[in-house]
């Protein structure tokens, strides 16, 4: 693909570079609860500007932007250190979704408090015997008359305690084989039978949640993609986070790295030749990440849908930037390893990049069986 930009792209550059001149999203809060008012209050203003969702299609409120243009958002809202919007779950993950297996009831109903950031969803996919083999979920739901009654339990619930919906994959079919019998609800959250209850991460951070689901109700019309089609629907919203997070994430990757370089420089450690070397590698690594990012965005393009490339994507990242951490406490010493600083933070909260959105040996295999098109092991 050609990477310069047309006058359009330009454009569309230049006035978002404005916009986030006047309208700076400030310093993150150092609480948890705080932290996640302040990344609301961004997404509404960023609503308001009409950039919540640059590549949602305009009829969804969005800007219909291409690759490259939604390459230069990502590209420059991190370039502002702003933060991804409150609800990036339903941006990114639950609007496509809905756009692709949604009712136009649901559309009408769910699309726009997404994008506003006045309704924020969480994810309940995983369960605590059912991670990777995610088809082996024994949460249930059964049909009681105009509902579906839900009991069971997820885990790593992301954001779930700020959160009015959840994406629930549940079984409602115990006869079928593991992957056919699963359906794909939209769950209400404000419900005295859904319990949330934060789990405390070794950063100190509680970003994500278990759930204990005791006959919380759905009606029939939150089921999306029809009944027993959940394996398929959920699907998408795994391949939408991939592709969609990959790219904001390189661009992460790269501020990091040209931070530790500063920090490198500042230490007269850049005529160390072996800290040299090691800061190289992670240069090209980060160069690779964001061409093969483009490249993940352009088959979003040509087919409407991401492909497998994402998880391509999201591995190489979560192993540079586990590197890049590890090569910051190597640099810094102490520095790094005290606790409350902003290294040891970054060191910390790396050890789950190799497992939130897919684990590394899960995501090897699918490079290995549907981009490469290996045999499969089973
Ligand atoms: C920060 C963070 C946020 C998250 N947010 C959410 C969220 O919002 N919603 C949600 O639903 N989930 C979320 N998750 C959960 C995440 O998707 C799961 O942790 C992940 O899918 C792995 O599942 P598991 O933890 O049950 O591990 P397991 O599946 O039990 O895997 C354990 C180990 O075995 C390996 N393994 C398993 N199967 C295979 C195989 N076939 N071949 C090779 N190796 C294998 C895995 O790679 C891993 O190393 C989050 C996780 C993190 C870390």
Not at 149 to 168: D, E, N, R
Not at 281 to 302: D, F, P, S
Not at 367 to 375: H, I, S
Request: net charge negative; charged share 25%.
């Amino acid at each position: 693909m050609d990477l310069t930009f047309n006058e359009r792209e330009l454009a569309f550059r230049d006035e978002l570079r404005a916009w986030l001149e006047t309208h700076e999203p400030g310093d993150e809060p150092a609480d948890d609860t705080a932290s996640y008012h302040w990344r609301r209050e961004w997404q509404g203003r960023l609503h308001e500007g009409g950039w919540a969702a640059v590549h949602w299609p305009k009829e969804y409120g969005g800007r219909g932007a291409g690759v490259t243009e939604s390459a230069i958002f990502y590209e420059e809202l991190a370039r502002a250190r702003a933060p991804l919007p409150a609800n990036a779950l339903g941006i990114l993950m639950g609007g496509p979704t809905l756009m692709l297996w949604g009712t136009d009831e649901q559309k009408d109903r769910f699309l726009e408090p997404i994008l506003s950031g006045e309704e924020i969803w969480c994810q309940g996919f995983s369960e605590p015997e059912a991670g990777s083999d995610l088809a082996a979920l024994k949460t249930r739901a059964v049909k009681d008359g105009d509902d579906w009654v839900v009991t069971g339990q997820k885990v790593w619930t992301s954001g779930a305690q700020y959160s009015k919906w959840c994406m629930l994959v549940a079984r409602t079919d115990q006869d079928q084989p593991k992957h056919k019998g699963l359906t794909y609800f939209l769950m209400d959250m404000e419900q005295a039978e859904i319990q949330v209850r934060p789990l405390r991460q070794i950063t100190g951070e509680a970003e994500f949640n278990e759930l204990f689901i005791e006959g919380a109700r759905i009606p029939d019309e939150n089921v999306v993609g029809g009944v027993g089609n959940g394996w398929k629907v959920a699907l998408t919203t795994l391949m939408n986070e991939r592709a969609g997070l990959a790219f904001f994430l390189q661009v992460r990757l790269r501020q990091l790295l040209d931070e530790l370089i500063e920090e490198a420089a500042a230490r007269g450690l850049l005529e160390d030749p072996v800290v040299a070397d090691r800061l190289g590698e992670l240069h090209i690594k980060a160069e690779v990440l964001r061409l093969t990012a483009y490249r993940g965005l352009t088959v979003m393009e040509k087919y409407g849908q991401p492909g497998p490339e994402g998880s391509l994507t999201k591995w190489m990242w979560s192993e540079t930037n586990q590197q890049l951490v590890q090569l910051a406490a190597d640099l810094l010493g102490p520095e790094a390893l005290t606790s409350g600083t902003r290294w040891s933070y970054e060191l910390l909260r790396a050890r789950g990049n190799s497992i939130e959105g897919g684990t590394t040996e899960i995501l090897k295999n699918i490079v290995a069986e549907r981009v490469l098109g290996l045999p499969r092991m089973r």
